[in-house]
């Protein structure tokens, strides 16, 4: 990460000295590339003569290269936030105060916040400003990092862990929204999306090795301290180089449909967690999704009859965005939770220390990194659609071996295996589901594209975990014992339909889903 912050600085550097003038940096494609660019969506297997021109037409200016590295840093600053404090929660509840009943609301309050607020953001910074907000958000992020790695008791740290959920909720649409605006439609998005894609997963499994490597040698309140250190140079660097994007007309805020749809994510969100950590039986959880589905059903029908809607019902039934976003959120749901059923293995099975455990999910971050690095180029052969399913099928022939893990440590050379091959074909199916959520679209609704985009990844992240433990626990009760045996039993359980829902998302997007076409700005 220090890195890449030197990167974002000496970039800047160059800037400032006069090598690359900030006039010259800002210039557009040519008119030609754009068109080509623009074309190259619509074919499914591009002539193979046309890959060199497809190369010069992806190259990318020294402005658009410290743009990505400054959403991209972003970006994976906050991946990083859904998974640094999962190893720390016993000595945070310990230095702080929290009873171990509630240690959970310390994931559980971002979490719940960054997915439920997330759509609403993506359509306010169409509206208000795609740059505005994204410095507002990193604001805040630096802002809520510090009050958090200061608290010292459980309302401040709650507070801080809510304000970051928010300032994620902001952040992550507006930067993707940047992002596919900053970049033509074709090679240049894929590129772009497939990098940041790759960093979002990599920030995942990173979170949780960081997560023990700073609690055992520094302190857990560096979780926190980090992200300040970002935001600082990110707001210094941001507002040279990112232009702001704003509508000239500003339509009202659909206010009836932001609290319904806002609500309704929020009680499901809510409802699949709360099933997770204690039954499907317990009222405040089916209580919960009963309340998040009928406010859904609430949502359509507002959407129908407002005149300015948040979401346009044309926009909620176009197949690229319905579909592009079910293979994201069920790609993200079953490669965070295999890390989460793949914890309780190492931890609870083959007797891995927290961080042991952390450390060895870093081949699936170089796994998810390669998926990212060679995603567009797999959809560039392949197309977006086929490059899902084929990411899809490969991830799931890549979990299977998992179902049949067993007690002795040697299953762990298995386990290194099938998780960095299935982080490579889990980030394509990412990359895939990136390019055809946010394809075809004007300029002026990839806020919104990115936005939904943006809540299908956070809600996917949010729920596989507790809809995997609450099959781990199931199996569990059935066999009536705690045991090893029993606890691996479940796991495997657990991953078996883990592998089932990869196959069912490769079958309906392979069914269902046509090849996006693309828009004009």
């Given at each position: 990460?220090?890195?890449?912050?030197?990167?974002?600085?000496?970039?800047?550097?160059?800037?400032?000295?006069?090598?690359?003038?900030?006039?010259?940096?800002?210039?557009?494609?040519?008119?030609?590339?754009?068109?080509?660019?623009?074309?190259?969506?619509?074919?499914?297997?591009?002539?193979?003569?046309?890959?060199?021109?497809?190369?010069?037409?992806?190259?990318?200016?020294?402005?658009?290269?410290?743009?990505?590295?400054?959403?991209?840093?972003?970006?994976?600053?906050?991946?990083?936030?859904?998974?640094?404090?999962?190893?720390?929660?016993?000595?945070?509840?310990?230095?702080?105060?929290?009873?171990?009943?509630?240690?959970?609301?310390?994931?559980?309050?971002?979490?719940?916040?960054?997915?439920?607020?997330?759509?609403?953001?993506?359509?306010?910074?169409?509206?208000?400003?795609?740059?505005?907000?994204?410095?507002?958000?990193?604001?805040?992020?630096?802002?809520?990092?510090?009050?958090?790695?200061?608290?010292?008791?459980?309302?401040?740290?709650?507070?801080?862990?809510?304000?970051?959920?928010?300032?994620?909720?902001?952040?992550?649409?507006?930067?993707?929204?940047?992002?596919?605006?900053?970049?033509?439609?074709?090679?240049?998005?894929?590129?772009?999306?497939?990098?940041?894609?790759?960093?979002?997963?990599?920030?995942?499994?990173?979170?949780?090795?960081?997560?023990?490597?700073?609690?055992?040698?520094?302190?857990?309140?560096?979780?926190?301290?980090?992200?300040?250190?970002?935001?600082?140079?990110?707001?210094?660097?941001?507002?040279?180089?990112?232009?702001?994007?704003?509508?000239?007309?500003?339509?009202?805020?659909?206010?009836?449909?932001?609290?319904?749809?806002?609500?309704?994510?929020?009680?499901?969100?809510?409802?699949?967690?709360?099933?997770?950590?204690?039954?499907w039986s317990d009222p405040l959880a089916w209580g919960s999704l009963v309340a998040g589905l009928?406010?859904?059903?609430?949502?359509?029908?507002?959407?129908?009859?407002?005149?300015?809607?948040?979401?346009?019902?044309?926009?909620?039934?176009?197949?690229?965005?319905?579909?592009?976003?079910?293979?994201?959120?069920?790609?993200?749901?079953?490669?965070?939770?295999?890390?989460?059923?793949?914890?309780?293995?190492?931890?609870?099975?083959?007797?891995?220390?927290?961080?042991?455990?952390?450390?060895?999910?870093?081949?699936?971050?170089?796994?998810?990194?390669?998926?990212?690095?060679?995603?567009?180029?797999?959809?560039?052969?392949?197309?977006?659609?086929?490059?899902?399913?084929?990411?899809?099928?490969?991830?799931?022939?890549?979990?299977?071996?998992?179902?049949?893990?067993?007690?002795?440590?040697?299953?762990?050379?298995?386990?290194?295996?099938?998780?960095?091959?299935?982080?490579?074909?889990?980030?394509?199916?990412?990359?895939?589901?990136?390019?055809?959520?946010?394809?075809?679209?004007?300029?002026?609704?990839?806020?919104?594209?990115?936005?939904?985009?943006?809540?299908?990844?956070?809600?996917?992240?949010?729920?596989?975990?507790?809809?995997?433990?609450?099959?781990?626990?199931?199996?569990?009760?059935?066999?009536?014992?705690?045991?090893?045996?029993?606890?691996?039993?479940?796991?495997?359980?657990?991953?078996?339909?883990?592998?089932?829902?990869?196959?069912?998302?490769?079958?309906?997007?392979?069914?269902?889903?046509?090849?996006?076409?693309?828009?004009?700005?």
């Open positions: 990460m220090g890195g890449l912050i030197r990167g974002l600085v000496d970039l800047s550097e160059v800037f400032q000295s006069g090598q690359v003038p900030i006039s010259e940096a800002r210039e557009t494609p040519n008119q030609i590339d754009r068109i080509f660019m623009s074309s190259l969506t619509q074919i499914e297997e591009p002539d193979p003569r046309l890959q060199d021109v497809t190369s010069v037409a992806a190259a990318m200016s020294g402005r658009q290269r410290l743009v990505l590295a400054i959403l991209l840093t972003a970006s994976f600053t906050l991946a990083v936030d859904f998974s640094i404090l999962n190893v720390a929660l016993p000595t945070i509840g310990t230095d702080v105060g929290f009873a171990l009943d509630h240690l959970q609301w310390i994931a559980t309050s971002f979490a719940l916040c960054a997915a439920g607020f997330t759509l609403v953001f993506g359509r306010i910074a169409d509206l208000f400003g795609r740059r505005r907000l994204f410095l507002l958000g990193i604001g805040l992020l630096g802002a809520s990092s510090l009050a958090g790695g200061l608290a010292q008791e459980p309302v401040l740290l709650l507070t801080a862990r809510v304000v970051q959920g928010l300032a994620t909720a902001m952040v992550v649409p507006a930067a993707l929204s940047l992002l596919t605006t900053s970049f033509s439609e074709g090679p240049q998005r894929a590129k772009a999306l497939g990098l940041n894609g790759a960093l979002m997963a990599a920030g995942f499994t990173t979170g949780a090795i960081l997560g023990g490597v700073l609690t055992d040698l520094l302190s857990w309140r560096w979780a926190f301290f980090i992200n300040v250190i970002v935001a600082v140079a990110v707001l210094a660097i941001a507002p040279l180089v990112i232009e702001e994007s704003v509508r000239a007309d500003r339509p009202k805020v659909d206010l009836a449909g932001a609290l319904t749809i806002t609500l309704g994510l929020l009680a499901l969100v809510y409802g699949l967690t709360t099933a997770g950590e204690t039954s009928v406010l859904f059903f609430v949502f359509w029908f507002v959407e129908k009859r407002v005149a300015q809607p948040l979401v346009p019902v044309w926009f909620l039934t176009r197949g690229t965005v319905v579909w592009g976003n079910v293979a994201g959120l069920l790609a993200f749901a079953t490669e965070t939770s295999l890390v989460f059923l793949l914890t309780l293995y190492l931890q609870k099975v083959l007797g891995y220390s927290p961080l042991e455990a952390g450390l060895s999910f870093a081949v699936l971050g170089a796994g998810t990194v390669v998926g990212g690095l060679i995603g567009p180029k797999v959809i560039g052969k392949l197309g977006a659609k086929r490059a899902i399913v084929a990411g899809l099928l490969v991830q799931a022939g890549a979990t299977i071996p998992l179902v049949f893990l067993g007690s002795d440590p040697a299953w762990i050379i298995v386990v290194l295996v099938a998780t960095f091959i299935g982080g490579i074909a889990n980030l394509v199916a990412i990359v895939g589901f990136m390019v055809t959520a946010t394809s075809g679209l004007p300029d002026g609704e990839q806020g919104l594209a990115t936005g939904l985009a943006t809540m299908s990844q956070q809600v996917g992240i949010t729920v596989g975990t507790p809809i995997m433990s609450a099959l781990v626990i199931a199996r569990i009760n059935a066999i009536g014992y705690e045991g090893s045996d029993t606890i691996l039993s479940g796991i495997t359980t657990a991953i078996s339909v883990n592998a089932a829902l990869c196959i069912f998302a490769a079958l309906a997007i392979g069914v269902f889903l046509r090849n996006p076409k693309s828009a004009s700005a």
